[in-house]
């Protein structure tokens, strides 16, 4: 079964800094891998994904992921943090494999950007 | 934001009673997924609606039921709710078949059985 794994609770970062959030996978097959942004009270936005290609895939809000195959490894980065990017974040990947587009969710990681 | 629009946006059920949750998908999309988050997790996935039908369904017990209808709207009804139930759920409309696409998500519904 696909999975994906995000092993950090909370990252903490001060703004103007890079910040990396970390993703690893298990997948048969090919993986299509997304990242989603979610704040408060609110539902998920969509920031990124791997399909095919470049390994570094660029998204929404400056943010940028890094897929490697031999580390199974899908990290969510952003060269200079802000204070709104303060939010929780999930890595998830689409289970393939059982004819329909269900997503496998990581548990998510709190981002805290500090001033 | 997505075109995808849920009602109602808050709700307090009482333990046994039985709710019914709705969710208007993204123009151009047909596939209808739904997904329970509870407080600390990740979201969980129910189930997906395609052509009315539903073809696929996580480890959610019969009493978890949906519907889609011919404007590709749906709906998610729960029986019998146990104090577990509580929880935001999300839904999120796809295209069918098409992998590689992102599925857009609704705001959610913060369900509170009490």
């Known amino acids: 079964a696909q999975s994906v794994a995000q092993p950090e609770d909370q990252v903490n970062v001060a703004e103007g800094n890079p910040l990396t959030v970390k993703c690893t996978y298990s997948v048969s097959g090919n993986p299509y891998l997304f990242w989603y942004v979610q704040y408060p009270n609110r539902g998920l936005q969509f920031l990124l994904k791997y399909i095919t290609g470049d390994n570094l895939v660029k998204g929404s809000y400056g943010f940028e992921a890094e897929f490697n195959k031999s580390q199974t490894s899908f990290h969510l980065k952003k060269p200079s943090a802000l204070v709104s990017d303060s939010a929780l974040y999930f890595c998830a990947v689409r289970d393939v494999g059982t004819g329909f587009q269900k997503l496998v969710f990581g548990t998510g990681t709190r981002l805290l950007v500090s001033p | 934001e997505t075109g995808v629009t849920q009602s109602p946006t808050h709700l307090i059920k009482t333990r046994g009673q039985q709710v019914t949750l709705r969710c208007s998908s993204q123009s151009g999309h047909n596939t209808v997924s739904w997904y329970q988050q509870a407080l600390g997790q990740g979201p969980q996935f129910i189930f997906q609606?395609?052509?009315?039908?539903?073809?696929g369904r996580g480890n959610f017990p019969p009493r978890f039921s949906g519907l889609q209808f011919p404007n590709y709207s749906s709906e998610l009804n729960v029986n019998a709710l146990e104090l577990d139930d509580s929880a935001l759920y999300l839904c999120a409309s796809s295209v069918f078949g098409q992998a590689g696409t992102e599925a857009f998500f609704g705001q959610g519904t913060r369900l509170t059985v009490v």
């Open positions: 609606y395609y052509r009315e039908e539903e073809n």
